[in-house]
């Protein structure tokens, strides 16, 4: 038998409103397109359609931007509202540059803009951003028990965003939020092919199956917000998308 | 019809040896599986395997450490035979810490030990470690020129290999040569579902096509060294995975 992972994007879904029943959706979209979700699948789902769901957005023009959002927003050309709401999300600023705000957000995460993001947001209605889910680990996990009280199948959902890399061009997608996967994959101590023993091996699982959907999920043009992962082998656990964040003390390039 | 990407692990290949045909077997052994290449797939292939082919290892016995190798091996407690090839296999030496030496290669990737390893190679007649091949573009074109030849088939070809990430714990699968696919998308300028023009969107294709491949490529347990992408819509055209290396005047982390 071929060792085989398919990737399909769940066609057909409505844009995202806050309220929407998210994973009824997912469900039913799933099977009109005749690719009903099954146990083992890993659903992946863009964190924007979470957080729209969750009415996690803010109205520019509602934000009054304080003394130290101005400040910062002048240095770095950015709208001080929008500074504002990316402060207020972060629990340190990490690095700035003209047009660019990395900071470590509420979530221990290490991004641009603390996730807060104004593309692919209705724009009636004043200046809308998004913000990242309040609890992305929760968002996955009542997704997961909404699909499995639906269909009886017992999924992994991955919560994905894209993020920058210091070195490399190009966003990439990351795991922001797991439920009934673990992100990592950890080798060491097993051997390889000559029986030598794994030093450094572990795998960001999640990450790479965050990356992979990506490639299916687009942005600019279409919305294809959830991808389901079919045929992959992982743990399926409890875990916290937080446990592939790498702690302070051993970050050398903050 | 459904958006879908298929990634399939080419059965059976042998252990790679110094000299062999890897184009070829890659084209029969897909053929074996009944999953012949087709125009359009993107054949990932793990670095390891390429650089056996082409001969890039060396054994650790055969190498004298100079004194800088000897002073940075007792720092950071690595073998010195290993930091030897290490730093010349690189331009900078980047981070230091006990068991970890992070430079610029060769090549301009900042990864770990410049991409020496001494896993899943053999270790008969002495203590071998591979190196990263001389230049992996010119390795990812002379394998899409073979597979062209044997099948009449365009397929683009990657390169892939495992880094670590600053912020992130476990490695995943980067772009580090590529031919006939351009591992960058460039959609600013685009505009997204509203109307938006979207500021920063550049989209990290190669790399997430390496971190997907890499999900079934395994690595303690089982070899799995190439897989076939397809159903993947890419700009196809002559690149270089350096074209996804940010340049040094714009790090912010160095």
Redesign the interface.
């Known amino acids: 038998m071929?060792?085989?992972?398919?990737?399909?994007?769940v066609?057909g879904l409505p844009?995202i409103q806050p309220g929407d029943d998210l994973g009824a959706l997912i469900v039913d979209h799933a099977e009109r397109?005749n690719?009903p979700l099954r146990d083992g699948d890993v659903v992946v789902i863009a964190q924007k359609v979470v957080s729209k769901a969750e009415g996690r957005r803010l109205r520019l023009e509602d934000v009054t931007p304080g003394p130290r959002a101005e400040d910062l927003a002048a240095q770095i050309r950015k709208d001080p509202r929008l500074v504002e709401i990316i402060l207020r999300e972060s629990r340190q600023v990490v690095?700035t540059?003209p047009g660019?705000l990395?900071v470590e957000d509420r979530h221990g995460?290490?991004c641009?803009n603390a996730g807060v993001d104004?593309?692919?947001?209705?724009?009636t209605d004043g200046d809308w951003v998004t913000l990242l889910p309040v609890d992305p680990d929760a968002s996955a996990r009542s997704l997961r028990d909404c699909i499995q009280a639906l269909t009886g199948q017992r999924v992994a959902v991955l919560i994905n965003d894209?993020h920058g890399?210091?070195?490399?061009?190009?966003?990439?997608?990351?795991a922001i939020g797991v439920a009934g996967i673990a992100?990592?994959?950890d080798?060491r101590g097993?051997?390889?092919?000559?029986?030598?023993e794994?030093?450094?091996?572990?795998?960001?699982?999640a990450?790479?199956?965050a990356?992979?959907a990506?490639?299916?999920q687009g942005?600019?043009?279409e919305?294809?917000p959830v991808v389901v992962v079919r045929g992959?082998r992982y743990e399926a656990r409890d875990a916290a998308a937080a446990?592939?964040?790498?702690p302070r003390e051993r970050?050398?390039?903050?």
């Open positions: 071929l060792d085989q992972l398919t990737l399909t994007a066609p844009l397109a690719c690095r540059a660019l990395i995460l290490i641009a104004r593309s692919n947001v209705e724009k894209s890399r210091p070195w490399r061009e190009g966003a990439s997608g990351v992100p990592l994959d080798q097993s051997h390889d092919l000559f029986g030598y794994l030093q450094s091996t572990v795998v960001a699982v990450d790479q199956v990356a992979a990506s490639l299916l942005q600019a043009d919305g294809r992959l446990d592939a964040l790498r970050d050398l390039f903050r």
